[in-house]
């Protein structure tokens, strides 16, 4: 049972416009959320992170949203760069413990 | 390097043979988390370590798999009697957690693990 879904596989964005990755949770009691981004052959990385107290996080070109009514976070990458062109997978977890991933949005972002 | 490192990078066995991975976390982190990765899937959670103990190894898929970290720093797994589904790459992540919250994980680089 998938408790972290990405339901959008690929996403393609014009250079210098929005990119916004979707994620949705089901676990009410997830209370941590993060974003990583993970090029080929490598690890993922840690791009930002979000605790259930806030709504929004703000870091540079990366702002990762909240909504826990709905149980929907959202990053949003502006301006969107050529290097920003990666996978980038959403986690969520209750208290630091167990970390839940989605299945991973393939992001291109065209020059 | 400072980073997670993971070894091998890559390894290929035959069905039904016990294999070894080792990730060694960075210094100092206290939190250990190993996970699987399929083709086309994000990160699967294993297990998690917290010091020298396993503080959640619900997600180990079967008794065949086991883990440990007798010090507290390098983390190994283990793996026996590896059937073809064990094919996936196994990634090794560590934190800096204080008590009660949640620390930004560091990634290894993975082992990519096939079996025949």
């Known amino acids: 049972d998938q408790q972290v879904k990405q339901n959008s596989p690929s996403l393609s964005v014009q250079e210098g416009r929005i990119s916004i990755l979707n994620c949705d949770y089901t676990?009410?009691?997830?209370?941590?959320f993060l974003w990583y981004k993970k090029y080929p052959a490598e690890g993922p990385t840690f791009l930002i992170s979000?605790?259930?107290?806030?709504d929004k996080n703000e870091d540079g070109r990366f702002t990762v949203f909240l909504n826990k009514s709905a149980k929907h976070l959202s990053l949003h990458i502006v301006p969107s760069q050529p290097g920003d062109s990666a996978v980038y997978f959403c986690a969520a977890s209750v208290s630091g413990n167990q970390f839940y991933f989605g299945t991973g949005t393939s992001l291109t972002v065209i020059p | 390097g400072a980073g997670v490192s993971q070894t091998p990078s890559n390894k290929v066995t035959e069905k039904g043979k016990y294999v070894e991975l080792r990730c060694d976390p960075i210094s100092g982190h206290t939190a250990l988390y190993w996970y699987r990765q399929s083709l086309g899937q994000g990160p699967e959670f294993l297990i998690y370590?917290?010091?020298?103990?396993?503080?959640?190894d619900s997600g180990l898929p079967n008794d065949r798999f086991f883990a440990v970290r007798p010090e507290g720093s390098v983390s190994t797994l283990k793996i026996q009697r590896t059937e073809r589904g064990d094919s996936a790459v196994y990634l090794c992540?560590?934190?800096?957690?204080?008590?009660?919250?949640?620390?930004?994980?560091?990634f290894g680089p993975g082992t990519r693990l096939t079996v025949l």
């Open positions: 992540a560590s934190s800096l957690m204080s008590s009660g919250g949640a620390g930004e994980q560091f």
């Open positions: 676990n009410s009691m997830f209370d941590y």
């Open positions: 979000i605790s259930s107290i806030k």
């Open positions: 370590f917290q010091g020298t103990g396993a503080a959640d």
